[in-house]
């Protein structure tokens, strides 16, 4: 009996931390959702801001995010994905692998600001004939840095979760362990990998320090028109207008907020149903 | 090291025991029918062919016992000759209960008659042949290869003895013809007694099977009966 | 019957750990041959050098000759894909790719490339029916493998392994994961496999090889202490410790 109390004592004691974890997502959607909302109609997504940005809308920088978060899926999966299977399927055992991933999770613990100053010196200025300057592609390039060992991580983990059975299987059949790697590991793997992609992705999108140096302007003119061309960026712009604008609406702060943030949580929507779709055609 | 399937081990040595004590039980039967016959003992005769339905209930609880493990333990090569000899073995045990059976019938066939000489020589051959089966099961259970040789020569002996006295008995036909009724009877009950040493030897000699496990070598031992040309087969009683 | 497989002098190490011990023996085609023995003495590793599926582990280090037909399977010019689909395994734990039935048997056709679809669908129906499957799944094709029980998931890999046509079938304890019945049927379908195959079944259930097999070898500790036909194995052996093993007597 006494062990029925304790037991429902602890309970109520984890209970009450999830609450607690879970109280500021509510707090924050329904502060936003307040104060946001009020200001969101189809003239602010669909209009630059006016000169001195008090009027108009934050168009250009949904634009940019997105662009952003394109490049940045581009690079993310370029260069993790093949990283994470190497590392997880075919790197021998030794000093250097041990090395390798030692190094990917100090990347992990980099400040984004390091990253945005890191992003600025090779991408931004040495790299500046191919990449434009501060541009999509700079920016792209350091986001998509910034989120490489969640991918690659990601996508290790996702390829161990798939039972060394399902490879011996397709070996013993005759296969190449890259047949094996494309035909047997990756589509199982899928699923965890997107999910890991997309929420890396999500933390990208709202990421300010690295556009700041390597994309994000503070008022463009035109909606970008190349790889190489700079952009507004949500996250930057919320910045801007809270700080730098004096007497900006405070209920169009609290839009722009709202949008990025509705942004955020769309993808990680969609990391859900996506491997929730993908996992119940392939279950194990 | 802790001896694994040590309660089947236990019930491998229940069953030797159980056919042990058949044995033991039979070779009463052998005793006591030839008593009876050598002293004209109409109840002690009786008593023996009522104890042949005890010998045959022994046979079958033995044999069922034999299929159990079978089924269940799924016993092999050692454990499965051992259980395999058994089933065989209570079959010549069995035999030799039915031939006490004949010699106490022919007891009381007797019993009224004066025996026209002294019954020696089937005493002493049924003496012979008790130690015999004693020893053979005996062998059978402890492995004992020279007790198996010590079965062979007594049977050797046994044959001399039923030759001797088939020529004494043929004489006494030729010499008395009013005794040949008895002669034959005496005959028959030696007969007996020199198969049931045949049967005990069949007993003794499936220990060198249990070791080997050939059964190539038990087909060549069993040839007919101590070479006297006499023409005297295997199979009767 | 011919020869179909000869091992001689076969030593495995796994870094400083030898599993196999001078391990030499000759397999008959069409007929199974079972290799029992104790947890650990080394049936499956043996197995594994086959066909070579131990490359896959690190630190295995194989020394010896494994002839395929008078070919010697480790020297340096094998083509190890062919070999694999010479020589087939089936595993423990019925392990079929989380697809549909039809395309698990296709597997291996596809992967050896073969698109036609009249063709896949003949190869599958084919390997499906040798596997006495395909009664019970040819309305279902399309079904995730893993809805089968698992005898039927087991038939399906061996359809699949099949569907490649090999030569010599690698059985590592097919039946541990199965309930008696499944395993029956199973046991039955190897029966009907050594006609056209070379089967090696490695078992831990000794009943299993004295059910099934023609031939028998008793690994213990890496080295292959005993093999014959499987009769003398279980009636009589030759070897001491084999008898103790054979009658459950191992401590």
């Known amino acids: 009996m006494r062990e029925a109390i304790r037991q429902r004592m602890w309970f109520a004691l984890f209970a009450s931390c999830t609450a607690v974890v879970a109280a500021p997502v509510v707090v924050i959607a329904g502060l936003l959702l307040w104060r946001g909302l009020p200001a969101l109609d189809w003239a602010f997504l669909s209009t630059p801001p006016a000169p001195g940005m008090r009027e108009g809308g934050i168009l250009p920088a949904i634009v940019g995010t997105l662009w952003l978060a394109a490049g940045t899926t581009a690079v993310a999966l370029a260069f993790g994905l093949p990283a994470g299977i190497y590392l997880s399927e075919y790197a021998p055992r030794g000093a250097l692998t041990r090395a390798v991933r030692l190094a990917i999770v100090n990347l992990a613990g980099v400040p984004s600001i390091v990253y945005g100053l890191f992003g600025l010196a090779v991408f931004v200025l040495l790299l500046k004939r191919v990449t434009g300057g501060m541009s999509i592609i700079s920016g792209s390039l350091t986001l998509g840095f910034l989120i490489l060992p969640v991918v690659i991580t990601a996508t290790e983990e996702a390829l161990l979760a798939v039972p060394q059975t399902l490879r011996q299987a397709s070996v013993a059949l005759g296969a190449t362990r890259w047949q094996t790697t494309v035909r047997v590991v990756l589509p199982n793997a899928a699923p965890g990998i997107l999910t890991g992609f997309i929420i890396g992705l999500a933390r990208a999108a709202g990421e300010t320090a690295p556009i700041m140096f390597t994309a994000a302007y503070f008022y463009l003119r035109h909606l970008p028109t190349s790889l190489q061309d700079g952009v507004m960026a949500l996250p930057y712009h919320l910045y801007v207008v809270a700080t730098q604008i004096p007497n900006y609406p405070a209920a169009k702060a609290w839009g722009t907020a709202l949008v990025l943030v509705a942004l955020v949580f769309a993808m990680n929507l969609g990391a859900v149903l996506t491997r929730a779709r993908l996992r119940r055609r392939r279950r194990w | 090291m802790r001896r694994t399937r040590q309660a089947f081990d236990e019930q491998l040595q229940r069953l030797e025991r159980r056919l042990v004590d058949m044995g033991s039980f039979v070779e009463a039967m052998v005793e006591k029918a030839v008593r009876a016959l050598a002293e004209h003992d109409v109840k002690l005769a009786q008593e023996v062919i009522a104890a042949d339905d005890t010998a045959d209930e022994l046979d079958l609880g033995i044999e069922q016992e034999c299929m159990r493990l079978l089924a269940l333990q799924q016993p092999m090569s050692r454990d499965l000759r051992i259980i395999g000899t058994v089933m065989k073995v209570i079959a010549d045990v069995e035999r030799i209960g039915d031939y006490s059976v004949d010699i106490a019938r022919t007891a009381i066939r007797l019993a009224r008659t004066e025996y026209f000489k002294p019954l020696e020589d089937i005493p002493r051959m049924a003496r012979m042949v008790q130690t015999m089966l004693g020893q053979a099961l005996e062998a059978l259970v402890n492995r004992d290869l020279d007790l198996v040789a010590r079965v062979v020569e007594q049977d050797d002996a046994v044959d001399k003895l039923w030759y001797q006295l088939l020529k004494e008995l043929e004489e006494f036909m030729r010499s008395r013809p009013e005794v040949v009724s008895q002669a034959v009877a005496f005959l028959l009950v030696a007969r007996y007694l020199e198969r049931i040493a045949d049967h005990t030897v069949n007993i003794a000699e499936r220990v060198a099977y249990i070791e080997t496990g050939c059964l190539e070598t038990l087909a060549a031992s069993h040839r007919p009966d101590a070479g006297q040309g006499e023409g005297e087969g295997s199979g009767d009683g | ?251």
């Open chain 3, 1 to 251: 019957m011919a020869l179909k497989l000869r091992v001689e002098d076969l030593n495995l190490h796994y870094h400083s750990f030898q599993a196999l011990h001078h391990v030499s023996v000759d397999i008959e085609g069409q007929r199974i041959t079972a290799l029992i023995g104790p947890s650990g003495c080394g049936k499956s590793s043996f197995l594994r050098c086959l066909n070579r599926m131990n490359d896959l582990v690190e630190g295995a280090r194989v020394e010896g000759r494994v002839l395929l037909d008078g070919q010697d399977i480790y020297q340096g010019n094998t083509d190890v894909v062919t070999l694999r689909k010479r020589v087939g395994m089936v595993f423990q734990t019925p392990n079929p790719f989380p697809v549909s039935v039809y395309d698990n048997v296709a597997y291996g056709p596809r992967l050896h490339g073969t698109r036609d679809r009249a063709r896949l669908d003949e190869i599958v129906e084919r390997s499906l029916r040798s596997a006495a499957l395909w009664e019970e799944v040819r309305g279902k094709l399309r079904q995730s493998a893993l809805d089968l029980s698992g005898g039927q998931q087991q038939r399906l890999c061996i359809a699949r392994v099949l569907a490649v046509e090999p030569e010599v079938l690698l059985m590592d304890e097919p039946c541990s994961a199965l309930d008696p019945t499944a395993t029956f049927r199973i046991e039955e379908l190897m029966l009907e496999l050594m006609e056209h195959y070379t089967i090696v079944l490695v078992t831990h259930n000794m009943y299993q090889a004295s059910r099934v097999s023609q031939t028998t070898g008793f690994f213990l500790l890496g080295e292959l202490i005993e093999y014959g036909p499987t009769e003398q194995i279980f009636e009589n052996p030759r070897d001491q410790r084999t008898d103790d093993y054979v009658r459950g007597r191992f401590g």
